[in-house]
């Protein structure tokens, strides 16, 4: 199994920068790609962005360019780092992990989520 703790939510106003981390623990091995996802009010949870244990990354389009994943295996720890911070990305921040189990099942784990308030 995989625990994810996530930190670094908070309020900021627009054009400002907050960083998120997600710590890991538990069969941290076993962990194939980690994944940042946000979920506003009454909206659905949609992709922020994606990082493989080889470094290959992928992004939500809404932000390209502005935010950055990646991770620190030495600390298992992953980040994002998010600039030019707009009100519409106002949401509860998502860490996941997904795993191979012991017996070679994909399974996924989840954060207990940090909110992020961009004020105009």
């Known amino acids: 199994q995989v625990q994810l703790v996530e930190s670094g939510g908070g309020l900021v106003q627009a054009g400002g920068s907050l960083r998120l981390s997600c710590a890991a623990s538990g069969s941290i091995d076993s962990i194939v790609r980690m994944y940042w996802y946000r979920q506003a009010p009454g909206e659905q949870r949609d992709l922020v962005a994606g990082?493989?244990?080889?470094?290959?990354?992928k992004y939500g389009d809404s932000v390209k360019g502005r935010f950055t994943i990646s991770r620190d295996n030495t600390k298992n720890t992953m980040y994002l780092q998010m600039n030019s911070l707009k009100p519409e990305d106002t949401a509860v921040y998502y860490c996941?992990?997904?795993?191979?189990?012991?017996?070679?099942?994909?399974?996924?784990?989840w954060g207990q989520g940090t909110q992020v308030t961009v004020s105009s």
């Open positions: 990082i493989t244990k080889s470094g290959s990354t």
């Open positions: 996941a992990a997904l795993f191979h189990t012991s017996v070679g099942l994909e399974e996924d784990s």
